[in-house]
């Protein structure tokens, strides 16, 4: 007697395997969510204990993971590291692509750029910290990276545009280079943020009031547009509102302003 019609559909649907593509596809998303789960945690643990006291051991129990999953997914702590420095170049590179720039107004352009630097190292201090871990190691780990360069030339090419604009438009001199103009504006916001808790000793002044830090971008705007301003004079200009003292400062210890004022 012939098997029912229904019995040989059930019998195929049991025998028939399942999609592979949809088990590599569930096993890659569980692998990059471990591999991105050691990275979070590996910037957080790096950032507070440097590189030589951010042990494998500490980040995948960060992790909730396991030793043996950093040597697979990154071969050994320096690769976790070098991946941790790439990983935050690459999140600044992203935010400053998307900024919204229009070339054609070089000067606003530029601005946008130098409040973005400052704002970014300020809202990401875990971005100084590790610059500082791998600096105290000469940089030793960073190079090895083959990333690194792509993310500083995005960086260096976007100011370089804003620079062309103003050239062709008679805003800005024809003789800064960009990378210049980068570095600029990289030191004034990373030694600001790097040193502001020693500068708040230092110069007696509350260097993270907001009042204070509004300040120092303000002249930072200013000090970099003068740098490439066109029409700017050779001779020392008139102190601006920006050079004299502000409110903030003036609520200040009488110490504390000339020691502001010595140039310290």
Known sequence: MAEPKSAV?????????KPATRRTGVREAAAQATRDSILRSATRVFAKYGYDGGSVEKISKAA????????????????????????IYRRMDDAEAALDLDASRPVEALTAVIRFVLGYYRRNPEFVTLLNTENLHKGRHIAKSLRAREYSS????????????????????????????????????????????????????????????????DFVIETVLRTVDAGASDESPEPTPHVKATKWQKSQAPQSQARSSSGT
């Open 64 to 87: 909730k993971s396991y030793d043996r999953m950093i040597y697979y997914y990154f071969g050994s702590k320096e690769g976790l590291f070098i991946a941790v420095l790439e990983g």
């Open 154 to 217: 995005q960086a260096i090419s976007i100011i370089r545009d804003i620079l062309a604009a103003g050239v062709s438009q008679g805003l800005f001199r024809d003789d800064v280079a960009p990378r210049d103009l980068y570095l600029l504006i990289a030191s004034t916001g990373y030694f600001y943020t790097s040193n502001r808790h020693t500068l708040t000793a230092f110069l007696g002044e509350p260097m993270e009031k907001p009042e204070a830090v509004a300040h120092w971008e």
């Open 9 to 17: 559909r059930k019998s195929a649907l049991k025998a028939a395997p």
